[in-house]
């Protein structure tokens, strides 16, 4: 005999459902007390690094998810300040890695993974848009063709 497995109950499928929201709730809680540290220390050492900025950025994301069902323009704008915010402090915390790792001083390793993984979010953001461009241009021309004959 097998017994029928059930799906999650409503409640808990996280398409724009409650576990989504809870997510993104807990996410920008503790994103924004890592965020508060870092300000704390930044101000202890005298200097901010590149990467103490992740931290707000991830709760700013949080907050552009919670703001989507009511205020789905702001929550775009929100999402495209972040991108570019994280590509600018990604690309100076992989540089200065970089450059340490090729003179051979001391480098951060964090700030290297980080270069790393915003040089992979740039090259699939690229492809991303290179594919919706081609698509457009491709149904363009469908309609083009559809319209002349």
Known sequence: MSAKIDSLPP???CKRGLMSRRISQGVLVICSIGAMINIVDAIGTGHLEPHDVFPALVALGAGGELLKEQRPRAAKVLDAVISV???????VAGARAWAS???????????LGIGVLVALYVAVGAGRLLAHLSRRASRSRMHADMFSA
């Open 11 to 13: 409640k808990f499928h």
């Open 85 to 91: 915010l994280l590509v600018v402090a990604g690309s």
């Open 101 to 111: 790792l090729f003179r051979g001083t001391a480098r951060d390793w964090l700030d």
